[in-house]
Structures are given as C-alpha cells and as structure tokens.
C-alpha cells in the first residue's frame, strides 16, 4: 500500500520529532557524567565544564572509565551516515556528559575491557548489528571493573532505519545475572552458570588446541553423593540440605581456585578445571579427586549426628575425550557411573569402551516410548518352504526397529527392556495387527499361506489377550487356521494357570501354536502329547552340523522320529547350505526355513519374491509337462 505525500511529511516530522525529544530528555537527564568522573581522575573538589577538550586517546579512555565502568544507565546512539558512536552518561550528581568516537574506536574499547570468555560473542553480535545484519541487538557480557573483578553488562538497541540511527542502552546487570545463576542452597554456580562456564572454556581451549598452544588445559568433573537418597529419606530433608552446603563448602575449599564448582542437581555437583598456560594432566587431576574423595568422606555432624558421606567421581578431558559441551558432560557422566560400579568413593577418567548402563536404558526407554507412535518399528518377513519341492508355503513376521541413529536392530536385542516397560503388551499387538493386514495381501497369491508371529510370555498373562487377537483377525476376515502364534519352551511348559488358560482360549478361536527353538529348553516329549501346541521349529544350533557331524545327524534323526507320531508339523530352521536341505529331506523333516531360501525382506519386497517364486514354479511345472509329452509312446 502506497502512503500519501502529505502522510509521509507527516509521519517523518513526527519520528523526527520522537528523536528529537527522545535525545533531548537523555541530555537533560545525564549531561554531567563525565565531567564528574574527570573530576573525580583529577582530585578536583568542584564541577567542571562539560565540555572539555581532550585527545582522542583520552577520548577513549574516557569513554571506557566512565561510560562502561560505571554503575547505571548508558545511553547510546550510531549515526550510519557519519560512523560516529555516541554515549551519554550520568555521573552520581546528575551531570550529563556526551562523548563522540568512530564506530570502531567504540569497538576496540569496548573489547580491551570485555572478559576473554565474552570477546567472541561481543565482536560478533555488534559487528552484525552495525552492517544491519539485525534489526536488534540485546546481549550480557562482563567487563574490567576495579580491582581486577567483572561485572555482567546488558547491552540492548534498535535500528531507525528511516534515520539511519541505531540507539540503545547500556545497564547493570551483575545482580540479575548473579541471582539467575545462583543455587541458593550451596551459594554455588548453578546448572546455568556451569552451561555459560563450560561453553566460554571450550572456546578458549578450542582456540588454542587449533593454534596447538596447550593439550588438556580444560578437564569436566563430575562428583555425586553416594547413596545420598538414604539421607533424606531416614534422616529428613533437613539434613540432606545440611549435607549438601557442608559438601559444597568442602569441595570449594579443595578447589582453592584451581577451578570453579556447580551444583547441577540433586547431589550431583560438576567442577571446571582450566589452565591458560599449561596442560592439566592426569597425574595432577588424579591427586585433586583424591583429595575431594578424602575431604567429603569426613563425618559431618548435625545435631551431634555424625553423617559419613562419599562420592563417585568422573573425569573427562578436552579434546581426547570429547570436543563438545554435550560430549564432554556424557564422558564425565559415563566415568562418574563407571566409579560407582567399581565400589563408589573412588574416581575414574572416561576410557572409550565405558558403557554407562544406566543413562543407556534411559535413553533407550524414552527413545522406545516414542518408536511406535513415530512409526519406527517395521515387519520382516523370512519365508518359509515346503522341503520336498522348495514351494512357498508360510513366512514368520520378524519385528525391526528403524532407529534414525541407532540404526536397524532386531526386537530380541531389546526384548527384555521392552518387557521391562511393561510395552510388551502393546508392542506385540502391534506386531500381530500388522502381520495380519500383510497376511490378506500375500494369501492372495498363495492362499494356503501360514503366518508365524512370535509372543512373549506376558502377553500370555494378560486374559484378554485371546479376544483381541480375535477381534483383529475378525475385522481382516483372516481364517484363524492360517496364524501361527511362536513361543518357547519355558513358556508352553508354564506351570501358570494364566499362562495355560490362555492357551486353551487360543486354541479355542483356531489359532495354531508352534514350540519355537524346540530342543535348546528342558521339554520333555511326553509333554507335547498334554499341550496344545500344533507344531514345533528345530533349534538352528541342532542344524548347523548336520551335514558335516555325524552325531548332529544322528541326533536329528532321533528327534524327528519321536515327533513324528504326534502328529506336529516340523520346521528346521537356519537351513544355508543345499547339503543341509537334501539331508532333512531324506529324514522327513516337512519345513524349511533360513537363508538358503530367503533372508527376512520387507513386506513390498516379500510380493516380488512370491510372484518370482510362483512364475519359477509355473515355469517348471510347463517344462515337465512338455518332457511328459516327449516321452509320451505314439
């Protein structure tokens, strides 16, 4: 939309006014600033005119003291056209003073007294707010204040772009700083402060690792209390506050400066160690965990109560242990964890090859609670022929996790932490729904097809397990004689009552049942004869040797003859090799099943083979048809 003239005459004399005024009640309201601060550097009693002559190093020198240095509001303002950079301070007694320096002269002096850690963020943040980069500029940083101490000063403004000006203020910001970074508790940093901490340490170490000034000049520590819950729980929160100020105070008093502590939980504390000038080595890091170790477990006494703490210690170092904030603290976590299986009240430095079994499962329960809702859990389907003509008759659904970083990995790797989870439950529904669904696509090119799922043991616990496994073949119009549910020994072999209820009740709605890995568990053969299983698969293991030992052969053979009466459809599994093939064959085994076939292929896949399968069955069929003709008499 195009605005009027006469609108922007108006709109510009009114900004230009705002400007105006707005830089008009800043004079009024600091213009003695300087000029009490030069009076101040002088000895000089009186006031003295706000206009002083001075050079333009003491221009600078000015601008710094005063302006930066200064507790209270500075004013600030960047003409583009001229470059000129402009702050307006006031002194204790209300004078107002104004000094002009180049852009750059402004950003030199304002570096030379930035803090080392803040210098990069500082030179970046105002050079891209000057080119335009940003609309706004708002950023902390620390700056030289009297004797050798920092303060935290926040740095905010804003283009007006129509009069090619930038204007902002410059405020304290220790106190706001210092509250927000602060553990009330233990007076120490807080998780925060140790963010900000390690972060400005990792860009120096990482700026002179690349110049190779120093190696391992930063170290990360992690300390937590051991058995720290105890206290609290028989003792009272109280004296688990108690404990942990006096454990802050001890750990300060060890550090003497060498480096700066945190409380960055419950009872878990982090240390930074730095060096500027040399390498921190392990020797030396070593000996300060030891004295931490020794210092913490003295008795701490409350209310004449002798408290007797300790703690576990991890150790990382930059970069051979990680190059990263976030790689770092893992290490220092995964060393710390390390010492507490070792026997606690000792310390460890990370090694690689250090499994932290506790943040592992922790990672691996949140990343499993998400899996299948963000649909990362897949069927695989191994196939499953008939030995005497290699034909295509049954496949077993193989469940898969697609992890986006972890990579494919098979359920029995993480079976046991689903159980633990208590997700078996929905998992396994999940897997049977989908086999089914698959199941109505493959059986109409083979519409004998058999469907093999495998189950967990507390899938069998659950009463309603049967009914919802009706329901889903219900609503696929699946016959229920075409899915064969898979389970192990141990579990068929239950002597709980749930557990052989529901059998019954599978059995009931014709679902088969197949014993999977017969001959690894402790089954005897007159078992079978009580149980409603329907079928059973050879172990692999029984099936590896059997074309090379003689004993395997044997044991194999022996197998099949007593199953054979009882009337159960027999499966070998892990069949590689055409000798393997030929020998069950010859013994009468009926199924096959492993990579000499097939390995497991997705459900897409999966419909390329069989219609492959069954032209190459076609195929041979018509060509035995044509030899029978040949040899036909005439």
């Given at each position: 939309?195009?605005?009027?003239?006469?609108?922007?005459?108006?709109l510009?004399?009114?900004?230009?006014e705002?400007?105006?005024?707005?830089?008009?009640w800043?004079?009024s309201r600091?213009?003695?600033?300087?000029?009490?601060?030069?009076?101040?550097?002088n000895?000089c009693?009186g006031?003295?005119?706000?206009?002083?002559?001075?050079?333009?190093s003491?221009?600078?020198?000015?601008?710094?003291?005063?302006?930066?240095?200064?507790i209270?509001?500075?004013?600030?303002?960047?003409d583009?056209?001229?470059?000129?950079?402009?702050?307006?301070?006031?002194?204790?007694?209300?004078?107002i003073?104004?000094y002009?320096?180049?852009v750059?002269?402004?950003?030199?002096c304002?570096?030379?007294?930035?803090?080392?850690?803040?210098?990069?963020?500082v030179?970046?943040?105002?050079?891209?707010?000057?080119?335009?980069?940003?609309?706004?500029?708002?950023?902390?940083f620390?700056?030289?204040y009297v004797?050798n101490?920092w303060?935290w000063v926040?740095?905010s403004?804003?283009?007006?772009?129509?009069?090619?000006?930038?204007?902002?203020?410059?405020?304290?910001?220790?106190?706001k700083?210092?509250?927000?970074?602060?553990?009330e508790?233990?007076?120490?940093?807080n998780?925060?402060?140790?963010?900000?901490?390690?972060e400005a340490k990792?860009?120096r170490?990482?700026?002179n690792?690349?110049?190779?000034?120093?190696?391992s000049?930063?170290?990360?520590?992690y300390?937590?209390?051991?058995?720290f819950?105890?206290?609290?729980?028989?003792?009272?929160?109280?004296?688990g506050?108690?404990?942990?100020?006096?454990?802050?105070?001890?750990?300060s008093?060890v550090?003497?400066?060498?480096?700066?502590?945190?409380r960055?939980?419950?009872?878990e504390?982090?240390?930074?160690?730095?060096?500027e000038?040399?390498?921190?080595n392990s020797?030396?890091?070593?000996?300060?965990?030891?004295?931490l170790?020794?210092?913490?477990?003295k008795?701490i006494?409350?209310?004449?109560?002798?408290?007797?703490?300790?703690?576990?210690?991890?150790?990382?170092?930059?970069?051979?242990d990680?190059?990263?904030?976030?790689?770092?603290?893992?290490?220092?976590?995964?060393?710390?964890y390390q010492?507490?299986?070792d026997?606690r009240?000792?310390?460890?430095?990370y090694k690689k090859?250090?499994?932290?079994?506790?943040?592992?499962?922790?990672?691996l329960?949140?990343?499993?609670?998400?899996?299948?809702?963000?649909?990362?859990?897949?069927?695989?389907?191994?196939?499953?022929?008939?030995?005497?003509?290699?034909?295509?008759?049954?496949?077993?659904?193989?469940m898969?996790?697609?992890?986006?970083?972890w990579?494919?990995?098979?359920?029995?790797?993480?079976v046991?932490?689903?159980?633990?989870m208590?997700?078996?439950?929905?998992?396994g529904?999940?897997?049977?729904?989908?086999?089914?669904?698959?199941?109505?696509?493959?059986?109409?090119?083979?519409?004998?097809l058999?469907?093999s799922?495998?189950i967990?043991?507390?899938?069998?616990?659950?009463?309603?397990?049967?009914?919802?496994v009706?329901?889903i073949l219900?609503r696929e119009?699946?016959?229920?004689?075409?899915i064969?549910?898979?389970?192990?020994?141990?579990?068929v072999?239950?002597?709980?009552?749930?557990?052989?209820?529901t059998?019954r009740?599978?059995?009931?709605?014709?679902?088969?049942?197949?014993?999977?890995?017969?001959?690894?568990?402790y089954?005897?053969?007159?078992?079978l004869?009580?149980?409603?299983?329907t079928?059973v698969?050879?172990?692999?293991?029984f099936i590896?040797?059997?074309?090379?030992?003689?004993?395997?052969?044997r044991?194999?053979?022996?197998?099949?003859?007593l199953?054979?009466?009882?009337g159960?459809s027999?499966?070998?599994e892990?069949?590689?090799?055409?000798a393997q093939?030929s020998?069950?064959?010859d013994?009468?085994?009926?199924?096959?099943?492993g990579?000499?076939?097939?390995?497991?292929m997705?459900?897409?896949r999966?419909?390329?083979?069989?219609?492959?399968?069954?032209?190459?069955i076609?195929?041979?069929?018509?060509?035995?048809?044509?030899?029978?003709?040949?040899s036909m008499?005439?």
């Amino acid at each position: 939309m195009q605005i009027p003239d006469n609108e922007k005459v108006a709109l510009d004399q009114s900004t230009s006014e705002e400007v105006k005024s707005m830089w008009a009640w800043l004079k009024s309201r600091v213009k003695r600033m300087l000029t009490n601060a030069a009076s101040v550097e002088n000895g000089c009693n009186g006031s003295i005119s706000s206009s002083i002559e001075m050079t333009e190093s003491e221009i600078k020198t000015a601008l710094v003291k005063t302006a930066l240095l200064s507790i209270g509001d500075k004013i600030w303002c960047y003409d583009k056209n001229s470059e000129k950079f402009t702050i307006e301070v006031c002194s204790g007694t209300g004078a107002i003073s104004q000094y002009s320096v180049s852009v750059n002269e402004a950003i030199d002096c304002v570096s030379c007294l930035v803090h080392p850690d803040d210098q990069a963020q500082v030179n970046i943040s105002c050079k891209s707010f000057i080119r335009m980069d940003a609309r706004n500029i708002a950023i902390e940083f620390r700056v030289g204040y009297v004797r050798n101490e920092w303060r935290w000063v926040s740095l905010s403004g804003t283009w007006i772009p129509e009069h090619a000006k930038a204007c902002g203020v410059v405020r304290d910001a220790d106190e706001k700083r210092r509250l927000a970074e602060l553990d009330e508790l233990t007076g120490l940093g807080n998780r925060r402060a140790y963010n900000l901490n390690l972060e400005a340490k990792l860009n120096r170490a990482s700026a002179n690792s690349a110049l190779s000034l120093t190696n391992s000049n930063l170290v990360v520590i992690y300390l937590d209390l051991d058995k720290f819950k105890q206290v609290n729980d028989t003792l009272g929160h109280q004296y688990g506050d108690k404990t942990l100020k006096e454990t802050a105070l001890r750990i300060s008093t060890v550090l003497e400066g060498m480096g700066q502590a945190f409380r960055i939980g419950g009872d878990e504390f982090a240390i930074v160690l730095w060096s500027e000038c040399g390498e921190l080595n392990s020797i030396h890091v070593g000996n300060l965990c030891q004295r931490l170790l020794d210092e913490i477990k003295k008795p701490i006494f409350h209310d004449g109560i002798p408290i007797v703490m300790t703690a576990s210690i991890g150790i990382a170092r930059f970069p051979q242990d990680g190059s990263t904030g976030t790689d770092l603290e893992q290490a220092a976590d995964s060393a710390m964890y390390q010492a507490k299986r070792d026997g606690r009240n000792t310390f460890r430095l990370y090694k690689k090859g250090i499994i932290n079994n506790e943040r592992e499962s922790f990672y691996l329960e949140s990343a499993l609670r998400r899996a299948l809702p963000l649909g990362e859990f897949e069927l695989l389907f191994q196939p499953k022929v008939l030995l005497s003509d290699r034909s295509f008759v049954g496949r077993e659904a193989l469940m898969r996790w697609k992890h986006p970083r972890w990579g494919s990995r098979s359920v029995e790797s993480i079976v046991k932490a689903i159980e633990s989870m208590d997700l078996i439950h929905d998992f396994g529904l999940w897997a049977i729904e989908a086999a089914v669904v698959s199941h109505v696509d493959v059986s109409e090119w083979v519409p004998s097809l058999k469907t093999s799922i495998n189950i967990s043991s507390l899938q069998l616990l659950k009463s309603e397990f049967p009914s919802q496994v009706w329901k889903i073949l219900l609503r696929e119009k699946v016959d229920p004689s075409s899915i064969e549910l898979e389970l192990t020994e141990t579990v068929v072999l239950s002597e709980s009552n749930e557990v052989r209820a529901t059998l019954r009740e599978l059995r009931k709605i014709g679902v088969k049942l197949v014993i999977d890995d017969f001959g690894k568990g402790y089954s005897s053969l007159s078992y079978l004869r009580n149980l409603p299983v329907t079928g059973v698969k050879i172990d692999k293991i029984f099936i590896d040797n059997i074309h090379k030992d003689v004993e395997a052969r044997r044991f194999v053979t022996n197998m099949l003859a007593l199953l054979r009466p009882l009337g159960l459809s027999v499966t070998a599994e892990g069949i590689e090799f055409e000798a393997q093939a030929s020998i069950l064959k010859d013994l009468g085994c009926e199924y096959g099943q492993g990579y000499l076939f097939s390995r497991p292929m997705t459900s897409d896949r999966e419909l390329l083979w069989v219609r492959d399968e069954l032209e190459r069955i076609d195929l041979r069929e018509k060509c035995a048809h044509r030899t029978d003709m040949v040899s036909m008499p005439l």
